[in-house]
């Protein structure tokens, strides 16, 4: 399968974005310029899970977005990897839904490694 094209990446984006609007999805991210990246492109609804009380945040997260499903874009390294496979098992068993669909489509169709690269990937990206 062929790397995704800058429009195709954009479309990606808005969609997620119009989930967000509708009050479908809510995104987990690593850290603060993982946060910001995202922001470039107006997305919100993005909670930081840095730090080392994860359960805690999890289970507040899972009380306050009920009904929601969760992207998790943890970076595509194999610390972010790990990352993922915690944090998608704990938020299933406090029973929320995973999207896998978003980051299985930058992970597979980008050659992105960390998230917070995002914005200098589409710019090289034309």
Not at 21 to 35: A, F, L, N, P, R
């Amino acid at each position: 399968m062929a790397f995704a094209t800058r429009e195709e990446i954009e479309e990606i984006i808005e969609k997620i974005k119009e989930e967000i609007e509708e009050q479908k999805i809510i995104i987990i991210v690593e850290g603060k310029k993982d946060k910001a990246a995202l922001e470039q492109f107006g997305i919100t609804q993005i909670i930081i899970l840095n730090g080392k009380d994860i359960w805690n945040r999890l289970e507040a997260v899972a009380q306050e977005h009920r009904g929601k499903e969760v992207l998790i874009l943890s970076d595509f390294d194999n610390e972010g990897k790990k990352l993922y496979g915690k944090i998608s098992k704990d938020l299933e068993r406090l029973g929320m839904k995973i999207n896998k669909r978003y980051r299985e489509f930058f992970q597979k169709r980008t050659k992105l490694s960390h998230i917070e690269g995002i914005a200098t990937y589409m710019n090289v990206k034309k």
